[in-house]
């Protein structure tokens, strides 16, 4: 059964950093490209970043303008997605989503950036 | 960049009845290996989203029959034949042609009378 587990989320100050995981079971990870989708409290769903099957190809939203890094561990079937120079409008869920059609998703992980 | 857009974004639906959502792409979503790269997607309630369509009307495993997709190009339609009471959720698409700038829409949230 494919499974896809963030975590790494939590409350954070103005201009902080963290460092998100996403670990994967139940498929051969290094076969798909992965992507990270965020949600604000009771808003839609936004694109992040992407990344492709090797991680040579990597993809961020234009609105992040270099704040957010996306990498990825094959070896250990695992996302990440470091965060830095946060502000209260990345307060969101961070899911993980599997593939070009982003087949499945993890339950994500809430970051909350405030004071 | 594209430009989602879906109507309605709120429907209210007696269970039995047929529902249907629309997805509209500032730019065509058709492919020319013949494929639409617009998908849709269910969030119910408390829940990440779960992919319902592929590809414009490719049901994606384990989604009930009752759900199909069609439409090409700009224009694509989600139809629900019978409404469900665990169809309520908020339902997205979401354009995968011109990566990697995936977009979704604003979502309709479809709830039960």
């Known amino acids: 059964e494919v499974h896809l587990e963030e975590s790494g989320g939590g409350l954070v100050k103005p201009g902080g950093s963290l460092r998100l995981s996403c670990a994967v079971s139940g498929f051969t990870f290094s076969n798909y490209s992965m992507n990270w989708v965020r949600q604000a409290p009771g808003k839609g769903l936004e694109w992040v970043s992407s990344?492709?099957?090797?991680?040579?190809?990597?993809f961020y939203a234009d609105s992040l303008k270099g704040r957010f890094t996306i990498s990825r561990d094959n070896a250990k079937d695992s996302l990440y997605l470091h965060l830095t120079s946060l502000r209260g409008d990345d307060t969101a869920v961070y899911y993980c989503?599997?593939?070009?059609?982003?087949?499945?998703w993890g339950r994500g992980t809430l970051v909350t950036v405030s004071s | 960049d594209i430009v989602m857009t879906q109507s309605p974004l709120s429907l209210s639906v007696t269970p039995g009845e047929p529902a249907s959502i629309s997805c509209r792409s500032s730019l065509s979503l058709l492919h020319k290996n013949g494929d639409n790269y617009l998908h849709w997607y269910l969030q119910k309630p408390g829940q990440s989203p779960q992919l319902l369509i592929f590809l414009g009307s490719n049901r994606a495993s384990g989604v009930p029959d009752r759900f199909s997709g069609s439409g090409s190009g700009t224009d694509f339609t989600l139809t629900i034949s019978s409404v469900e009471a665990e169809d309520v959720g908020i339902y997205y698409c979401?354009?995968?042609?011109?990566?990697?700038?995936?977009?979704f829409g604003p979502g309709t949230k479809v709830e039960i009378k």
């Open positions: 979401m354009q995968a042609l011109q990566t990697p700038q995936i977009a």
């Open positions: 990344i492709s099957a090797t991680g040579s190809y990597i």
């Open positions: 989503a599997r593939g070009r059609s982003l087949d499945h």
